[in-house]
Structure formats: C-alpha cells, structure tokens
C-alpha cells in the first residue's frame, strides 16, 4: 500500500470521506480545480472517474457525466493528465475508478507504470470478477497501485474470500444495481460489514446511493468512512465550470457528518 493511501483512514476519528468525480467534466481545468477543492473541504481520498462508453455500473447521472467528458474530447492519457497537475501543488490520495476495457486497451503494465510515475494510489474496476483480478493485480501490485476490492450485497458466501485478499480498502456496495442517490438504504450492511472484520483488517468505505449528512453519518459509523459519487457529479452537471463553490459546501457538510459518527 502507498504511504498516501495508508492515510486515507488515519483521520482525527478513523473515519474517511471519499468523493467521486469524472474526469473531463465538464472540462480538464475544472477537473484540477473540483478535486483541489474537494481536498480543501475535507475528502480524504478523490476517485477521478475515467470515462467509458458502457459504464455499466452507473446509473445515469454518472452516465451522463461519462457522455459529456467524451463528447468533449476526455480520454484516459487525458485523465492522466489532470492527475499530472493536481500532483504539481496536492499529495492528496487519488483512486482512478474505470472498466476492465479501457485498461487492457492501453496496456495494463504501461498504464500502472504511469499511474506510479505521477502518483495514482490505487485503481475500482467495477467490472472486473474477483476470479479474474489476477490479470490486472500482477502489474496494479508492480507499480505500488492498490487494486480495491468491492464486496456487494451478492457477494455473501465469498466475502471472507474477498475481504482476506483485499489491499488499501474495501469498497463495500450498499445496494443492488446501479450508482445513484437513493432515498434509503435498507441492505444489512451491518451483517456484511462484520463478516468483513472477521477475516482482515483492512478497513472499509461504503458507497452507492450515499447523498445526505445523515446518510454519510450513518454508513461511517457502520464502517471506516463513506464514498459519495452521483451527489457530487448532479452537482457538476447543474452548475458546469462554475461548481466549485457548491462542491466545496457539500464535501464539507459530508466530511463533517462522516466526523461525527
């Protein structure tokens, strides 16, 4: 595990708050400037979404957000990019969060070697199959990238399998099918959570269809922290280039909700 991601949960209560965002969108610059902000207002690790044409675990304002980044010309060297100048006055820790397909297209050991040289901490591949990881884990592991685990509602009978492998955390699915806000999440996260903690110590971040303070406060105090991604990216879409402000103002009510679990 990197240094940085080592302390994405070494906050003043070990609780983290982890924001999503995809790259590109609307454009680069806002991208630098939305993550930059981001880390101001309290996020402890930013996912920069590289976007992909089937994103199949998205629902549609992470779709969407997808669609407006390639329409304006965002490709994963371009993502790279944004990492490149965020690097030039942050250490904050980054995640890219992408598909299998995009991966493998640019190489996988030319893509973590890139990751490593301008500091890419770890990698969520959605559609990758726990059975599969090995392909991506040899060269992710070569150049000091973390491969997140996800572990979903679906994944009972292999999550001791999952959780004693996992490495930097475990992204914990809080509900079935897509990302998206969700009014209420009624998955026995508890249960699963536990089950978690029985085989590593890893810790663990529970994401989709987090977008309120309670919501936030509610699913760190069942785990190591929450991941917000469809709240943020609304955000962008409903102000463009000009979000930063009501980004931040969100980041820092979730941070401090997260705090107070």
């Known amino acids: 595990m990197t240094n940085k991601l080592s302390k994405v949960f070494d906050t003043p209560n070990k609780k983290a708050f982890i924001a999503f965002l995809t790259a590109g969108d609307p454009d680069a610059d806002s991208t630098v400037k939305f993550i930059l902000e981001m880390e101001k207002a309290g996020a402890d690790l930013v996912e920069i979404g590289i976007p992909f044409s089937d994103p199949t675990a998205e629902g549609v304002v992470i779709q969407e957000a997808n669609i407006r980044a390639l329409g304006n010309g965002m490709t994963t060297d371009g993502a790279f990019d944004i990492v490149r100048r965020v690097r030039e006055t942050s250490q904050i820790p980054l995640a890219f969060m992408t598909y299998v397909n995009p991966v493998f297209h640019y190489g996988y ?33 070569a150049h000091n990238v973390a491969l997140i685990s996800m572990i979903a509602p679906t994944s009972e009978s292999r999550i001791r399998t999952i959780a004693s492998e996992a490495e930097g955390f475990i992204y914990v699915v809080s509900s079935m099918g897509v990302t998206g806000v969700r009014s209420e999440i009624r998955t026995d996260l508890g249960s699963i959570v536990e089950h978690i903690r029985k085989a590593t110590d890893v810790p663990c971040a529970i ?54 679990a």
């Open 109 to 141: 050991d030319r893509f973590f070697q890139k990751c490593e040289e301008l500091g890419v901490d770890a990698i969520i591949i959605p559609d990758l199959p726990y059975e599969e990881k090995a392909e991506v884990e040899g060269p992710a592991k």
């Open 207 to 260: 994401g989709f269809g987090i977008s309120t303070p309670k919501q936030a406060k509610d699913m760190a105090a069942l785990s190591d922290g929450a991941i917000v991604g469809s709240a943020i990216v609304r955000l962008i879409a409903e102000h463009g280039a000009d979000a930063a402000p009501y980004i931040s103002r969100y980041v820092s009510s979730m941070k401090a909700a997260v705090l107070e």
